[in-house]
């Protein structure tokens, strides 16, 4: 399973951008749908997360501006960024979470999408 995440780019503060992740195929018994980020010279850390019931969750520092959603049917994550600030500027990575055979856990990860806040 391969996820291809899509959707960053240049914005000004206070802009918007909506990314967008798509499996290329169905994953089964999905636990989680996610997005990270990851700074340069600062660890990744977790934006916004997603649960197969809907119960989503917010890092701090996003809370009341990032949106998080799914689309089952068409495999798909997304993320609503709005007013942007420059302290957003990252690679976005997109994450999704699975119950594996024997209770393993299986993440799969995007490649990256870059956004970048700036005047």
């Known amino acids: 399973v391969q996820l291809q995440a899509s959707g960053g780019g240049l914005v000004q503060p206070g802009g918007s951008l909506r990314l967008s992740c798509t499996a290329s195929?169905?994953?089964?018994?999905?636990?989680?749908l996610g997005w990270y980020r990851q700074a340069p010279g600062r660890p990744r850390e977790l934006v916004a997360v997603?649960?197969?019931?809907?119960?989503?969750n917010y890092a701090d520092s996003v809370k009341g501006r990032f949106t998080i959603s799914r689309d089952s049917a068409k495999n798909s994550v997304y993320l609503q960024l709005n007013n942007l600030k420059p302290e957003d500027t990252a690679v976005y990575y997109c994450?999704?979470?699975?119950w594996g055979s024997g209770g393993m856990v299986n993440n799969y990860w995007g490649q990256g999408t870059l956004v970048t806040v700036s005047s």
């Open positions: 994450n999704m979470e699975a």
């Open positions: 195929r169905r994953i089964p018994a999905i636990n989680a």
């Open positions: 997603i649960t197969s019931s809907d119960r989503t």
